[in-house]
Structure formats: structure tokens, C-alpha cells
């Protein structure tokens, strides 16, 4: 079984609303949804600057009743967004690309769609997994991501198998407010993803620009936790390996490419747990200071975490929940 973490852009929105692209179902118009996508996210997804919004549950629901969930977003018969292209040629499955990511979900896989939190990105994400679902919305799922350490153990359980599920990143989007609070948010799912030990693939082909780099060293982080390789398929199968990334040139025609990780060794990470749960509590570290200004800085007399700080401590946790032992 294979879990897909895919960041989510919103060229599949793009490709619908350009009358010029060549991409789109032909029966749809230049406006294909007219005002309903707006109406649907101004008045119940983010009404007042999120104060309001409808609560994580509701939003497959109501996104249906919109009108949003329109049977002619399964009429595409190519890929028209880097996600999907990705996601149906990574499947390994021989059939043609749209057929291809409606059998991903027979056999167990899961597939994790990383939303921005805004309107169009959760549209576009929603629009996404409608076409990988083949329109079936009862394999779709919205939540969003874990806040706190105490929403990271119930989390990986809400992943489902055979299900598309949208994640919003709160905290994604124009704000003031930075990085930091979307960063930890990627980097707890993919601790859940890997808590849940089944082989992992990445792909950073869309999504949110700025966070592309955070989520391929978070990657790392997570690709250091895992064994070298796994052995897989029938009398012990072949060695593969157990964390992968995949990213896409800007060609229809194309293969997804692998993304050489890096590998920290034991000490590195065990390292890099206690100097950055001393930086998350403004202590200097008493002993490694290995990852100061790459993860963390001196700002007068205390320790301060930067956003890769934030999204490394995300992925480890403050110590390691795996095996109990406590951060050195």
C-alpha cells in the first residue's frame, strides 16, 4: 500500500476558467462555474476572514449542494494539472492516466491532498480529488491540519484507506502572520504519514510555491526516520525504497522525476531533537549546537526557532513517540 502526499496548486481552476486552453471538457463554458464558486466561498468557507467558516465535516457536503461537484469534471480524458499527471504516472498501473487514478483507490492506497487556505485552493483541491474519485464523493475527505501535539494521534486515523482526502494547511494563504503556523502543519501530517509505515511518495509538482522548499527538507526529516528500503511483494519481493519525491517538468509527455533525498544519520536527528526542543522553549542548547542557523538562531539571550525549526521539531516531535525515548 501506498500513501501520496500531494501538495495542491490551482492550475486544474486555471485550466477550466482559460477559454483557450485545449485542456478543458468541450462542453464546458469560459465561466464554468459562474458565481457559484464565489457564493460558496465568501458566504459559508471563509465568510469574515475564517471567523466563520463552516466546520471540517460540512465542507464536502455543502461544497456539493453548491453545485461545484459538477459531473463534467470527470469528462477529461488527459491530465490538466501537474497533479494529477504526477499522481496517474507514479500509480504504475498500465492504463491510460485518467483510468489510471480511478484504480489507485481500488487497492488500497491513500491518496492526501495539501490545500492552501483560501477559497480557490480548497476549490481546486476539492475539484481534484472529484476527478481522481471518478465524481464519487463518498470517497472524498476534508480536515484540516493537526494544531497541537494532542490532534497528532488521532490524526494518521482520519486518513483513510480506498479515500481522497483534503487537507487544509491553516494557515496557508496572504497573512501577516508568516509561515510558521503552515510549516508545522505539513510537517505533523508527514509524521503521520509515517507513522502509519506504509511506503510514502512526495510529490512537489504543485502546490503552494513558498512551501515547496520547506516540505522537501521536511521530507528529508522524514526519509532519515525510515529504514533505507523495504522489502515488498510476494516471497519477500525486492528492496524499495520506503520514502520517495517526485517532481514534474512542465510537459504533458513527461515522467515524474525522483528527487535524491538526503539521509541524516542517527545522531544528526537525535541532535536535532534536542537542540530544537530547547529552541522551542528560548533555551540554548546544552550540548549540539550543529543546526544553529539553519534551524535555529540566537536572538539576545534565548534560542528561537526559524520556519525550517518549526517544520523539522513538527516532523520529530519532542522526543521520539516511537520508541519513548525522551529528547537528550
Known amino acids: 500500500m501506498t500513501i501520496y502526499v500531494v501538495p495542491c496548486g490551482v492550475s486544474l481552476l486555471d485550466a477550466l476558467e482559460d477559454p483557450a486552453s485545449k485542456r478543458r471538457p468541450p462542453r464546458w463554458k469560459a465561466k464554468p462555474f459562474g458565481d457559484r464558486r464565489d457564493d460558496w466561498t465568501g458566504k459559508t468557507l ?6 466563520h467558516r463552516i466546520d471540517d465535516d460540512q465542507v464536502i457536503g455543502s461544497w456539493t449542494e453548491s453545485g461545484l461537484a459538477d459531473p463534467m469534471l470527470c469528462e ?17 498501473l498500465p492504463m491510460e492516466p485518467v483510468a489510471a487514478l480511478r484504480a489507485v483507490l481500488d487497492r488500497n492506497d491513500r491518496v492526501v491532498l495539501l490545500a492552501s487556505d483560501t477559497g480557490k485552493g480548497i476549490t481546486a483541491a476539492l475539484c481534484v480529488a472529484f476527478v481522481i474519485t471518478g465524481g464519487d464523493v463518498r470517497r472524498m475527505h476534508f480536515i484540516s491540519t493537526p494544531s497541537s501535539e494532542a490532534e497528532v494521534a488521532t490524526f494518521a486515523g482520519r486518513l483513510h484507506p480506498r479515500k481522497v482526502t483534503v487537507v487544509r494547511v491553516t494557515g496557508l494563504g496572504p497573512s501577516d502572520g508568516g509561515l510558521r503556523t ?8 508527514l509524521r503521520c504519514v509515517y507513522d502509519l509505515q506504509e511506503r510514502l511518495e512526495i510529490h512537489l509538482t504543485g502546490g503552494f510555491k513558498a512551501t515547496l522548499l520547506h516540505t522537501l527538507a521536511m521530507s528529508e526529516v522524514v526519509h532519515s526516520l525510515s529504514p533505507a528500503t523495504k522489502t515488498e511483494g510476494p516471497n519477500g519481493g525486492g528492496p524499495i525504497d520506503w520514502t520517495t519525491a517526485w517532481y514534474l517538468f512542465d510537459d504533458e509527455d513527461a515522467s515524474p522525476v525522483q528527487i535524491g533525498l538526503r539521509r541524516f544519520s542517527t545522531g544528526s536527528i537525535n541532535n536535532m531533537r534536542a537542540e530544537l526542543s530547547a529552541a522551542a522553549r528560548k533555551k540554548l542548547p546544552d550540548r549540539s549546537c550543529a543546526f544553529e542557523n539553519i534551524a535555529w538562531e540566537v536572538q539576545g539571550t534565548e534560542a528561537v526557532l526559524n520556519d525550517f525549526g518549526v517544520g523539522y521539531l513538527a516532523v520529530l516531535g519532542p522526543k521520539d513517540h516511537r520508541t519513548n525515548d525522551g529528547a537528550p
Not at 471563509?46 to 471567523?51: D, T
Not at 488527459?78 to 507514479?90: C, F
Open 76 to 92: 477529461w480524458t488527459s491530465m490538466v494539472s501537474a497533479e494529477t499527471h504526477t499522481l496517474a504516472k507514479r500509480t504504475g
Open 46 to 51: 471563509l465568510a469574515s476572514g475564517h471567523e
Open 182 to 189: 503552515a510549516v508545522a502543519g505539513i510537517g505533523r501530517v
